[in-house]
């Protein structure tokens, strides 16, 4: 085998519940993560090397470095295997770069697939997600997919029924935002305020709409604490999602640490139309229909 090329899907997050902030640096969260039909390929080739080249749109934004995610995945799998590999990793971007979809981790979770598969490895899905768990917080659902709701730093899931098919169309801005800088700012914005921040829970209604297939009941309860920091900083978002609404959107939200807006529709015409409505309304760079759930990273060529 000389090559294998691993499909993997975006996610949004329709709860972000974001606790006090730790000793070690981190959160506790809810997450509750929904998988999205915008996808990433990561192509796994032979190499004496670990080496990466990314293909698409706003690429010049993703690290080619020993920072990319999929390089210290692609790492972290052989130094567990016991062994010295060589990969060449091919990506190819779909879901927007540093846009709170977990892009990144996608990338990550297609090259801990990819790798196993072409390293005759074996292993199995559990071994990878420990692997995922230590890379990142979101790399962990990238593998899994479907729905499920993330706790601790996000890296422990529990899946969760979601019937039916949900429509959203994200609004893709210009540039990016660090997720880090982000939660630094969502940090600020509650010392300044004086904000007691309460343990963070899932939404019980939340989980009851996704398991009726309530597209309405969902749109009503989307949450996420790291929204007024992302719109802080990003002073247009509140823009974009007043528009969203104003169009007729379900639910309006940012998506993760942002800055890609998510709204959610009655319908797969309904998305349509509502991300035509967007674009001419110049609000976003641009704006892309998807549906959820959807499977998690998939071999789809070996």
Known sequence: MSSVTVRVPAKVNVQLAVGPLRDDGYHDLV??????????????????????????????????????????AARALAKHAGRTYGVELIIRKAIPVAGGMAGGSA????ALVACNELWGLGLPREDLMEIAADLGSDVPFSLLGGTAVGTGRGEQLTPVPARGRFHWVFAVADGGLSTATVYGECDRLREATGEKVAW????????????????????????NDLQPAAVMLRRSLARTLEVGQELGALGAI????????????????????????????????????AYGEVPGAQIVAA
């Open 107 to 110: 990338d990550a979770a297609g």
């Open 254 to 289: 940012v998506s993760g640490s942002g800055p890609t807006c998510a709204f959610l529709a009655a319908g797969e015409e309904q998305a349509e139309e509502l991300a035509v409505a967007l674009m001419g309304a110049g609000v976003c760079r641009t704006a892309v229909t």
């Open 31 to 72: 997450n509750v993560f929904h998988a999205v039909s915008l996808f990433d390929e990561v192509v796994a080739k032979e190499s004496e090397a670990v080496t990466v080249r990314v293909e698409g749109a706003n690429v010049e934004q993703v690290p080619l470095d020993d920072s990319n995610l999929a390089i210290q």
């Open 200 to 223: 963070p829970q899932v939404s019980e209604p939340l989980l009851a709409a996704l398991r009726e297939g309530d597209a309405a009941g969902l749109g009503a309860l989307l949450a």
